[in-house]
T-cell receptor, first 111, second 113 residues
Framework: GIQVEQSPPDLILQEGANSTLRCNFS?????LQWFHQNPWGQLINLFY???GTKQNGRLSATTVATERYSLLYISSSQTTDSGVYFC?????????????FGKGTKLSVKP | ETGVTQSPTHLIKTRGQQVTLRCSSQ?????VSWYQQALGQGPQFIFQ???????GRGNFPPRFSGLQFPNYSSELNVNALELDDSALYLC????????????FGSGTRLTVV
């Protein structure tokens, strides 16, 4: 099956710093999304980004579908950005609705 | 508030028991999926329902079953609970996955003792 690799697995930042999170897919996927999981477990949808670039405030994301990777940029990080960031894609060749997740990047932003 | 609500938030069950978890999606969200997330891992796909029919399933045994209702609510049922079923269970729904992707609820944390 499709493998999703996220890097780095852990990241510690000082408040105000910028960061880039990466997601590589072993094969083409559809409906790529980035999520932030807060300490209470809720997966918050950051971007639906099957291709191209999107920006939302301090966050932006770029997906290069032909090269099977996506990047999430966090600028001027804040302590509330802490948590685990997941990327996930859907494989239309597999089971319907099967979003395949990476293991996540655990981000800690220190004040 | 994501528009997808799950209940209960926490649950403790004994090995061998049965459990029902519930999810309420937004109006018009005809697709609902359920995921299991073990500690320190990414969510794993259990199954998906579309208009009350199961149309996709991951590598989970038949004791994991589900239902979807016309009012956009759904259930995940797990029979003969095992200790390894302890996890966060997430429900996700979609209006149009090819345009908006999926929206997740806040999950139910199940502990099997």
């Amino acid at each position: 099956g499709i493998q999703v690799e996220q890097s780095p697995p852990d990241l510690i930042l000082q408040e105000g710093a910028n960061s880039t999170l990466r997601c590589n897919f072993s094969d083409s996927v559809n409906n790529l999304q980035w999520f932030h999981q807060n300490p209470w477990g809720q997966l918050i949808n950051l971007f639906y980004i099957p291709s191209g670039t999107k920006q939302n405030g301090r966050l932006s994301a770029t997906t290069v579908a032909t090269e099977r990777y996506s990047l999430l940029y966090i600028s001027s990080s804040q302590t509330t950005d802490s948590g685990v960031y997941f990327c996930a894609g859907e494989n239309y060749g597999g089971s319907q609705g099967n979003l395949i997740f990476g293991k996540g990047t655990k981000l800690s932003v220190k004040p | 508030e994501t528009g997808v609500t799950q209940s209960p938030t926490h649950l403790i069950k004994t090995r061998g028991q049965q459990v029902t978890l519930r999810c309420s999606s937004q109006s018009g969200h005809n697709t609902v999926s359920w995921y299991q997330q073990a500690l320190g891992q990414g969510p794993q796909f259990i199954f998906q329902y579309y208009r009350e029919e199961e149309n996709g399933r991951g590598n989970f045994p038949p004791r994991f079953s589900g239902l979807q209702f016309p009012n956009y609510s759904s259930e995940l049922n797990v029979n003969a609970l095992e200790l390894d079923d302890s996890a966060l269970y997430l429900c996700a729904s979609s209006l149009d996955r090819d345009t908006y992707g999926y929206t997740f609820g806040s999950g139910t944390r199940l502990t099997v003792v």
